[in-house]
């Protein structure tokens, strides 16, 4: 699949102009079946013995705990979260941003990860029959039959595509003034993008800076407090992350991002755990640049929600 590359803006000087000329719209989509049902009122009543105006109930058809239905919710997750750390957030349901030399990467990932998807449900499939007797006896009388498909194959997918987020260009012959206003409100969803790109890098490191930190303070409730790899590990896959996506709008961002860097760089886990003395100077340091993360958190404008996919 070809993907739409976005169009070349004027002014590549800025940040949302580095935007459009480096990244891709790209829209990710899953098919999930329901498992859960909202009863009837008088379903209800009769569960319950009770009016049913007074009632809201509804009914799990499967067991979800089921090994092989958590392989294929896990496999969704996976999918989600590569789309996630390799894009940025576009202010559109559904969409983010990725980089156009990272099409090809983002398409083959997609499709590996989309057979193993069809794999894990096919494999859920062979238990569909038990889960459903499984159901039978849970729900008693409110088990339905035709609440229930013949088979789960197709019924989880996933599908994605590369959407035009640019002003339609045969606008510039059939209606000028309409392009225009077109080409204004792309801008401003870019715009938009820059500063939603800088809110959510504001808010995971923060939130990581914060984690380490808390990890180094060594008591929490007059207990120790569990320090794994991951809290220095997940700091570094950021830093990779920020250098790939960063667009550049915000010094102050960029210099706390270096500056979290130097505190970190060569630290090793263990040293952490072992010696006291480079535990509290690396608290302290990270101490000093998460009040500087707050007041960003503060003053930054509000945004508006991006609902995430289903």
Known sequence: MTATVLEQPTDRSSPSGRLRSTMCATRVNFT?????????????????????????AGKKLLDTKNPRFKAVTSERNRIRSFWTSIS???????????????????QDWMSEHRQELTKA???????????????????GRLYN????????????????????VEAPSYLRQLDPQLYQEECRRVQARFDEAVQLAESAFVEELSGLVTHLTERLSGQQDARARVFRDSAIGNLH???????TLNVRSNDQLDALVSQCQDIV?????????DDAQVRQTVRREL?????????????????RIIRSPK
């Not at 760089?265 to 755990?273: D, I």
């Open 121 to 139: 449900v096919e494999e859920l499939d062979e238990d569909y029959f038990s889960l459903k007797e499984a159901a039978r006896q849970r729900l």
């Open 265 to 273: 760089q060569g630290v090793q886990p263990q040293t952490l755990r």
């Open 88 to 106: 940025l957030p576009y202010p559109e349901p559904a969409v983010r941003l990725i980089r156009q030399d990272r099409v090809d990467t983002f």
């Open 145 to 164: 039959e035709a609440d229930y498909p013949m088979s789960l194959i197709g019924l989880f997918d996933v599908a994605w595509d590369f959407p035009n």
């Open 287 to 303: 101490t000093s640049v998460q009040a500087t993360l707050d007041e960003l958190l503060v003053d930054r404008p509000r945004r």
């Open 237 to 243: 896959e950021f830093f990779e992350r920020f250098r």
């Open 32 to 56: 999930w079946l329901g498992t859960q049902k909202t009863l009837t009122r008088a379903q209800a009543a009769l569960s319950f013995d009770a009016q049913g105006e007074f009632l809201s």
